[in-house]
C-alpha cells in the first residue's frame, strides 16, 4: 500500500523520532505516537507531568493518559516505555492511570520511571491553586498540577526526586526543608484561600489545621507510592543512551508544544518545561543531535490555547477569552447553551464554540472549553526555528463542513512605541514572525486571506491525491507560506485515517 511505502521512505535511516508541537498543545500527538507505536523498541516521554492529557482513539474505544506515555498499548508487544527524568511526576496520578490500565486488561509490564524525574508532592499543588486563586491579575490559568512550583523547586535546589520516595530518611530530611519555605511562602496569603485548597479533593489528606501540612500523612503515602513503584524506578537516562548507541528506534513523545514551553513560548503564559526537540532530549538524557527526524504537529486549519496569553486569532477575540476562562463552562454546560451554532455561524463568538464543539476541543487533564482561533503562520514560522521545517497536519476533517476558512499570514502591530533591543516597533508595523513577547503580542491583529473551504467529507481518504483539490490548495499554501515540510496529514481521530505525504 502506498501509505506503507511512505513510512518506510520517511523512516528510513531514522533511529530516534521526536514527535512535538508547533502551536499550544492538544494538537493530536497521542494519536500520532499510537500511529507510530508499531515502529520503535521504545517510546519515552521527557517534559512536563500530569498536567498534560493525550488522546487515543482506537475504533470505538478512547484512552486519555497523563503521564504515561500514549505508547503504553504497545506494552504487551514488549515495547518499552519510559517516563524520563525531565518530567515532572506525580506519583498519585501514575497510581491512578495504572489501576486504569489494570482494569482495561492493558499491560504495563515494560513501563519504566525515571529515579531523577522531579516528584511532585501536596504542597506543589497547593502553592499553584492557591497563586492561581488568589487574584485575578497574574493568572496563568494552569492545569493546577503542581508543574511550576515542581520545576521551580527543582532549579531552585531544593526539590526532591522519585527516587527519594525508596529512602524514607533522605525523603523526610528533603521533605522537611521543601514543606519549612512553602508554608512560610504560604503565609502570605489569604488564609481562607489557602484553606479551600487545601481542603479540596485529594489534599485534604495532608492538610493539618495546626501546622498546614502533616508531615508524616505525606510520608505514609509516599512511602505507599513508592513500595508500588519501585520495581519500575530506573536509571532510565542510560538505558535510553545505550538504547541509542545499540542502534535500536526509539520515539520520543513531546508534551504540550513550543508556544507553551518555558524556553519559546509567549512567556509568562507557558508551562515551566522546555517543550521544543531540544528540551525533549534533554529531558529523556539524549542530545537533541541524537534525534534523526523531528515532526511538529500543527492543528489546522484552526487552532486552540487553553488557559491566558496571547492569541491573536482568537475567533470571537475578548469574549471567548474570558468565556473560556470562566471555570463554570465545561462541554456539557456549553452544549446545553448553544445546541445549535456550527462552524460556519455569522457571529464570531458562536463560531468559535461552533468549532470548539465540531473538534471536540475540551481539556482532556481540566474538561476545560479550549479557546479557538484560525491557523497562525506568523506563529508557525517562529516555532519551526526550534523545531525543524518537518510537519505532521492534524485534525483535517473539523472544518469539512466550513464554507470559509481564514489564514493569518501577517500580524500588524497597533499599540504604543515599543522598544525591543535596537529595534523600535510603532503602530502599522506588519510582523511577518510572531515575537513570543507578551507585551508586544498583546497588540497584534492578524492579517488573514481567505479561502473556499472544500466542504466534503475527508475521513475515507486514502492518499494524498484523495483530498479535495481546494484542501491541497490550502495545505499547498501553508507549505509555501511558512515553507514548512508536510510529511503527514491526519483526517480523522483513527489511526488509519493518517496519509504519510509522498
Ligand atoms: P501548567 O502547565 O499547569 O503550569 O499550565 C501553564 C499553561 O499551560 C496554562 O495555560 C495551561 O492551560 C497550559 N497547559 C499545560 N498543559 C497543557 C496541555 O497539555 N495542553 C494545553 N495547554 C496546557
Ligand atoms: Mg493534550
Given at each position: 500500500m502506498n501509505n506503507e511505502k511512505n513510512i518506510e521512505k520517511l523512516l528510513n535511516g531514522v533511529r530516534t523520532l521526536a514527535i512535538v508541537c508547533n502551536q499550544f498543545g492538544d494538537t493530536g500527538k497521542g494519536k500520532l505516537i499510537d500511529f507510530f507505536g508499531e515502529w520503535p523498541d521504545g517510546i519515552a516521554r521527557g517534559t512536563g507531568g500530569a498536567n498534560a492529557g493525550h488522546t487515543i482513539q482506537r475504533g470505538e474505544k478512547k484512552y486519555v493518559f497523563h503521564l504515561v506515555p500514549s505508547g503504553i498499548l504497545y506494552d504487551n508487544y514488549g515495547k518499552i516505555n519510559i517516563i524520563g527524568s525531565g518530567t515532572a511526576l506525580d506519583p498519585r496520578v501514575v497510581c491512578e492511570e495504572l489501576n486504569a490500565l489494570e482494569k482495561e486488561k492493558l499491560s504495563y509490564n515494560n513501563l519504566y520511571i525515571a529515579l531523577n524525574a522531579r516528584l511532585v508532592l501536596p504542597q506543589h499543588l497547593v502553592l499553584d491553586r492557591v497563586r492561581e486563586s488568589a487574584s485575578k491579575q497574574g493568572r496563568i490559568g494552569t492545569t493546577g498540577r503542581g508543574i511550576g512550583p515542581v520545576y521551580a523547586d527543582?532549579?531552585?535546589?531544593?526539590?526532591?526526586?522519585?527516587?527519594?520516595?525508596?529512602?524514607?530518611?533522605?525523603?523526610?530530611?528533603?521533605?522537611?526543608?521543601?514543606?519549612?519555605?512553602?508554608?512560610?511562602?504560604?503565609?502570605?496569603?489569604?488564609?481562607?484561600?489557602?484553606?479551600?485548597?487545601?481542603?479540596?479533593?485529594?489534599?485534604?489528606?495532608?492538610?493539618?489545621?495546626?501546622?498546614?501540612?502533616?508531615?508524616?500523612?505525606?510520608?505514609?503515602?509516599?512511602?505507599?507510592?513508592?513500595?508500588?513503584?519501585?520495581?519500575?524506578?530506573?536509571?532510565?537516562?542510560?538505558?535510553?543512551?545505550?538504547?541509542?548507541?545499540?542502534?535500536?528506534?526509539?520515539?520520543?513523545?513531546?508534551?504540550?508544544?513550543?508556544?507553551?514551553?518555558?524556553?519559546?513560548?509567549?512567556?509568562?503564559?507557558?508551562?515551566?518545561a522546555d517543550c521544543s526537540v531540544r528540551g525533549l532530549a534533554q529531558g529523556v538524557g539524549l542530545r537533541e543531535r541524537d534525534i534523526d527526524l523531528s515532526l511538529g504537529i500543527v492543528k489546522a486549519f484552526y487552532m486552540t490555547r487553553v488557559g491566558e496569553g496571547p492569541f491573536p486569532t482568537e475567533i470571537g477575540g475578548e469574549q471567548s477569552a474570558e468565556w473560556c476562562a470562566d471555570s463554570t463552562i465545561n462541554k456539557k454546560s456549553e452544549a446545553e447553551l448553544y445546541p445549535l451554532v456550527d462552524v460556519n455561524d455569522p457571529d464570531p463568538f458562536h463560531q468559535g464554540i461552533g468549532i470548539r464543539k465540531a473538534g471536540n476541543e475540551y481539556g482532556a487533564t481540566t474538561g476545560r472549553p479550549r479557546r479557538t482561533g484560525w491557523l497562525d503562520l506568523p506563529f508557525l514560522r517562529y516555532s519551526i526555528r526550534h523545531t525543524g521545517p518537518n510537519v505532521a497536519l492534524t485534525k483535517l476533517d473539523v472544518l469539512d463542513k466550513c464554507q470559509e476558512i481564514k489564514i493569518c499570514t501577517e500580524y500588524v502591530y497597533r499599540g504604543p512605541d515599543y522598544r525591543w533591543g535596537k529595534r523600535v516597533f510603532r503602530k502599522g508595523d506588519i510582523l511577518p514572525v510572531a515575537i513570543p513577547d507578551c507585551n508586544l503580542m498583546a497588540y497584534c491583529h492578524p492579517l488573514y486571506e481567505s479561502f473556499y473551504g472544500w466542504q466534503q467529507s475527508i475521513r475515507h481518504a486514502k492518499t494524498y491525491g484523495e483530498l479535495p483539490q481546494k484542501l491541497r490548495e490550502l495545505i499547498g499554501f501553508v507549505r509555501y507560506r511558512a515553507l514548512v515540510d508536510i510529511k503527514i496529514v491526519s483526517v480523522g481521530p483513527d489511526r488509519e485515517q493518517t496519509i504519510v505525504v509522498d
Open positions: 527543582y532549579y531552585a535546589r531544593v526539590g526532591l526526586f522519585v527516587n527519594d520516595m525508596l529512602n524514607t530518611d533522605v525523603f523526610v530530611r528533603k521533605l522537611r526543608r521543601n514543606i519549612k519555605e512553602k508554608v512560610m511562602i504560604l503565609g502570605q496569603y489569604d488564609p481562607s484561600v489557602v484553606q479551600a485548597v487545601m481542603r479540596h479533593e485529594h489534599l485534604g489528606r495532608f492538610w493539618s489545621a495546626g501546622d498546614l501540612f502533616d508531615l508524616d500523612a505525606i510520608v505514609e503515602t509516599y512511602r505507599g507510592y513508592g513500595k508500588r513503584l519501585a520495581h519500575m524506578i530506573e536509571d532510565t537516562d542510560s538505558l535510553l543512551q545505550e538504547m541509542r548507541n545499540r542502534g535500536r528506534k526509539i520515539l520520543l513523545e513531546g508534551t504540550q508544544g513550543n508556544l507553551l514551553g518555558i524556553d519559546t513560548g509567549t512567556y509568562p503564559y507557558v508551562t515551566s
